[in-house]
């Protein structure tokens, strides 16, 4: 039984448009299909007359360093991402989260864009994206625009972006300079092809002297509908000294503030709440270190 | 020495190899014939519910719609491997009555057959059911509650079976008991997630035979439980296996093959289905979960003077193979050890969730998980090493077990435990005295190492007084000398490398290389019963058939019969059921003895055990194919691994949450231990062929009380139910102080 009846490999992005104007809604962006694919045949996606397969668009799948900013097409691949160097030096937090995102197969035919598309509250590379306070190039409504990240998602696997028409096309933010560093980690069961339990990425910024927090961004999911930053969490740190004590004090601000939820058989609500802790006290002094020192080497990735 | 030595030991390449790693050989799924038709099963759409009206006329006019088959289809509608209590098809109008209920949503309601999968797909969606909700039962000690709803007529109280161990003087034993433990042990259920899903094809062979083309276990058998509901003689029944994508005890009971042969007899013409993985997990049985309340004493020094112990199994909504399942986890609940005073009750009891059966290990891990956990606090609670505690109270040969009868001869638990532990690296006895090697210790203090171990037996062959034996012929052809070599032997080979061992025990027996020997298997036509692969007897038992018929055929040979051929039935030694009072018996034909020796790390803070480390030591008698075995250890390792740390059946009211491998989670490699040693020792089974013992379920039934002792060692927590999910962990240790900062 086929899930669709048409495939196109457009190479330009108004082609794409095209074709899905054409189809009426009875079309569907795809790239890695990782999760597409799985949806389609579960019944939880329709089965689309056609699919429009992004990823063979000029310059989708290519990364391009500009300065310190890093522009990434929707159509890079989580391995892509892992390789980059440029990447596990200055956005650390990214290759750490794209590196456990399920097994090698999944790695190399899985987009970065897919993962954003998909809208899942706990995406891994999407927790990292919001936690680099990255942008997003869209055709939205017709209109190709700029829009933060955290514009795109609406609710749980709901994203602004109608996937019959619109088009993600890639993503640019900064990267990690001098007194910056990220850090990703996750909990999760078995290790490796499962949905997250919980994610957390932070970016931290240290001031001149090196001793207090300059600025911090803080995402963790799933603990709300969409991927969101624990701003409080940021907000008690910021101009205080680095050390356990911030640490302590950013966990007692979690506590108050963040409430995850209980999937049915993925974790409770309760364990959640103890894993907010506990990755807050392994990715905050990582994240803290890394900008510190200056040096970045990521952990967790791939088979170890 | 001779080729037949020489071959025996060996690790002849499996005959399968070539074929699978190409993606050349044929699973049921991959077989199709000119002219095939496609079947979906409709499944109950309730847990508990009598059906009250059936509409298909929707149905059998969605277009390429052959044909509709429900209840009243069924000539003989009921089957079942112990007792046929389940309807072939719930509903109205069966020749055997009560089948309008569904008990579980395993049952099958209704099978559409179409000229394509998907015209099947969505026909069999529009059959209109109607429902009368019956109450739903789920937790087994409820069911066992005075005023529970009653699931079967047979079944009083809801219980299926009830055994009964009385052994000694249980006054006299608790009056020597100086140091007295108790746990109340509960095991999960486990689904077998083997990589093909149920799949085959039913037609009518050249003779006109029914023939179902399947994956099972048992080809007899199938045939016969075909043959039964259908109203047929066994002859005009055939059933072939082609490559089976694994079993684990999954496949002992029907699910494809009846309806399938049911569909290409009323149609006469080939029909095929394929399971979704879904459609598997949700149709085929689940192991037992267990709750296994226990009370032992010991002396001072040590010896065991008494245990009590009380099991109470969910079989779920059939009975499937849980009265023998129940019949060892009851014989197993009392361990490997020399107990005077004992005291057993057991209970299979009907829920309406989905049926538990036969899994690896057969009831062995459930009552290995409560009498080795019961031995590790006894242990900790003496002061005693584990191994030095075992040492003193295993079962040797002539020893009097809880149920009055001594193992059969060869018993050689005393010398695994020694060989094990020396060669796991952990233990060492300088002075006679089982000394631990410390363990050394991560410097992140959230990381804690600890090592532990456990050990057990489990029986080979077919227990408590069942027939047990096999058929086999082996031709042999040639004039001067022998060319060619045909056994005929259908025994299942599930992905294990039974055949291998056939060809190559066969080879040996005969005295030619592997090459010249031809294996005929996998069909009822071919031979005669060779029982199931299970209860780790396949080795044991046709090899001793091969021997036998080689023998024979070679006796032919040399009195110049060309071909000489011969048939042979191996008949194991008589066993014996439980008595049901006191439950004496003489269960088994023979034993399989293990020890494992685990090394794990465990997260205080996320709560996740990783396994490190396991040595598993085996008494195989005698290794016919080393790397077989090995893959038998290794792939059993990681099943209870899974088993004991992460593999959860997420059930609501009877309904399975969680039936997909993203959400029913099994070890991936970043799971598995970095190392899995196989020690592989060869004490001689007396009557064992070329004094080989059964060993592909013994890996698995010490490992989880084996982790769980290795995870007390890491954080002085014990655990008494499995799996160890990081929440169950966190909790546990939580209470304890552990983790918090």
């Known amino acids: ?304 | 020495m001779s080729e037949k030595e020489l071959l025996i030991g060996q690790s002849v390449r499996r005959l399968d190899a070539v074929g699978k790693v190409l993606g050349e050989t044929a699973y049921p799924g991959d077989i199709d014939m000119e002219d095939q038709l496609w079947m979906k099963i409709r499944f109950a759409d309730r847990v508990h519910a009598r059906i009250t009206a059936m509409d298909t006329s929707k149905a059998e006019a969605h277009p390429g719609v052959v044909a509709v088959f429900t209840a009243r289809d069924v000539p003989v509608n009921e089957y079942g491997l112990g007792i046929p209590d389940q309807p072939v098809l719930c509903g109205l109008g069966s020749a055997k009555e009560g089948a309008d209920i569904v008990r579980c949503i395993s049952d099958q309601v209704a099978l559409v057959v179409a000229d394509s999968e998907a015209a099947a797909a969505e026909a069999v969606r529009l059959i209109d059911i109607t429902y009368e909700d019956l109450p739903v039962i789920t937790d087994p000690e409820e069911a066992l509650k005075t005023g529970a709803p009653q699931l079967h007529p047979h079944a009083q109280g809801n219980i299926l079976t009830h055994y009964r161990i009385r052994h000694g003087d249980m006054a006299a034993g608790w009056a020597q008991a100086e140091v007295v433990v108790e746990g109340v042990y509960r095991t999960g259920a486990q689904e077998h997630a083997y990589l093909q899903p149920e799949a085959g094809l039913g037609y009518l062979d050249e003779e006109g035979r029914v023939t179902v083309v399947v994956a099972g276990q048992w080809v007899h058998k199938d045939r016969q439980q075909v043959a039964h509901a259908l109203g047929l003689p066994e002859e005009q029944v055939r059933i072939i296996y082609p490559a089976i994508g694994g079993a684990f005890g999954g496949r002992e009971d029907m699910s494809v093959q009846i309806v399938l042969g049911l569909a290409a007899w009323k149609l006469r013409r080939p029909v095929k289905i394929i399971w979704s993985r879904e459609e598997s997990i949700i149709g085929h049985h689940k192991r037992h979960p267990m709750t296994i309340r226990a009370k032992w004493g010991a002396t001072k020094e040590g010896r065991l003077v008494a245990a009590e112990a009380e099991v109470v199994a969910d079989a779920g909504a059939y009975a499937y193979t849980s009265s023998k399942v129940l019949g060892n986890a009851h014989l197993m609940v009392c361990g490997a050890y020399v107990i005077p005073n004992a005291q057993v009750d057991s209970y299979a009891v009907y829920t309406n969730n989905v049926p538990n059966g036969a899994f690896r290990g057969f009831g062995g891990p459930q009552g290995a998980f409560a009498a080795e956990g019961q031995m590790n606090r006894l242990a900790e609670a003496l002061g005693m090493d584990p191994v030095a505690l075992r040492a003193m109270n295993v079962l040797k040969d002539g020893s009097i077990t809880v149920v009055g009868s001594p193992l059969p001869p060869g018993v050689s638990l005393d010398r695994v435990l020694a060989d094990g532990a020396v060669q796991s690296g952990y233990w060492e006895r300088p002075d006679g005295q089982w000394r631990r090697q410390p363990v050394a210790q991560p410097a992140d203090p959230a990381r804690r190492r600890g090592i532990g171990m456990a050990l057990g037996l489990k029986n080979i062959g077919f227990s408590f007084g069942a027939p047990e034996g096999n058929w086999a012929t082996i031709e042999l052809y040639g004039s001067t000398e022998i060319e060619r070599v045909v056994v005929r032997e259908v025994g299942a080979d599930m992905g294990q490398g039974a055949h291998t061992a056939f060809v190559q025990m066969a080879a040996a027996a005969v005295g030619v290389p592997v090459e010249k020997v031809e294996l005929l298997g996998h069909d009822t036509t071919y031979a005669g019963d060779s029982g199931s692969t299970s209860a780790s007897r396949m080795t044991f038992m046709a090899g001793n058939a091969i021997k036998g018929a080689a023998e024979l055929a070679l006796e032919k040979w040399r009195a110049e019969e060309r071909p000489a051929i011969a048939t042979y039935r191996y008949n194991a030694p008589r066993t014996t059921p439980y008595d049901p009072e006191t439950g004496r018996c003489d269960p088994n034909v023979s034993y399989g003895y293990m020890a494992q020796f685990v090394e794990v790390e465990v997260d205080v803070e996320t709560g996740h055990v990783h396994v490190m480390r396991v040595v598993s030591a085996h008494d195989v008698g005698k290794a016919i194919n080393p790397h077989l075995i090995e893959g038998q250890i290794e792939g059993a390792v990681i099943q209870a691994l899974g088993y004991a740390i992460m593999e959860d059946v997420v059930t609501k009211e009877g309904r399975i949450l969680n039936p997909t491998l993203s959400t029913y989670l099994i070890p991936t490699i970043w799971d598995i231990p970095q190392e899995t040693k196989s020690v592989i020792l060869e004490y001689t089974d007396p009557r064992g062929p070329w004094g080989a013992r059964g060993m592909a379920e013994m890996p698995f039934i010490p490992l989880a009380p084996a982790i769980v002792a290795a995870v007390h060692d890491a954080t002085g927590v014990w655990f008494d139910r499995i799996p160890l999910t990081p929440e169950r962990v966190v909790v546990r240790l939580r209470e304890q102080g552990l983790g918090v900062i």
């Open chain 1, 1 to 304: 039984m086929s899930l669709w009846t048409h495939y196109h490999t457009p190479a330009t992005v108004d082609e794409a448009l095209t074709l899905l104007a054409g189809y009426q809604g009875r079309a569907r962006v795809i790239a890695g299909g990782t999760d597409l694919l799985l949806d389609i045949r579960h019944g939880h996606t329709p089965r689309p007359d056609a699919l429009v397969d992004i990823t063979r668009i000029s310059g989708i799948a290519t990364l391009r360093q500009d300065g310190d900013v890093m522009a990434l097409g929707a159509g890079v691949t989580h391995a892509q991402i892992v390789a980059e160097p440029v990447l596990s030096a200055r956005a650390t937090c990214l290759v750490e989260s794209c590196g456990v995102v399920g097994g090698p197969q999944v790695r190399n035919v899985g987009t970065i864009g897919g993962n954003v598309a998909h809208a899942l509250p706990a995406g891994d590379g999407t927790t990292s994206l919001v936690a680099l306070d990255a942008e997003a190039d869209v055709v939205l409504d017709g209109v190709r625009q700029w829009l933060p990240l955290r514009a795109l998602f609406v609710g749980p696997g709901q994203s602004r972006l109608d996937q019959t028409r619109d088009l993600l096309v890639g993503f640019r933010f900064r990267l990690c300079g001098p007194r910056e560093g990220s850090a990703f980690k996750r909990i999760m069961r078995p290790q490796g092809v499962a949905l997250p339990i919980l994610g957390c990425a932070a970016w931290v910024r240290l001031d001149e002297s090196g001793a207090r927090y300059d600025d911090l961004r803080i995402c963790i999911g799933p603990v709300s509908k969409v991927p969101s930053r624990a701003e409080a969490v940021e907000e008690t740190l910021r101009g205080t000294t680095v050390g356990a004590e911030a640490v302590e004090r950013a966990v007692s601000v979690a506590r108050e503030t963040l409430r995850p939820r209980t999937s049915k058989f993925r974790a409770t609500a309760e364990y959640r709440q103890e894993m907010v802790e506990v990755l807050l006290r392994r990715v905050l002094p990582l994240a803290a270190e890394r900008a510190r020192t200056g040096e970045a080497i990521p952990e967790g990735v791939g088979m170890e």
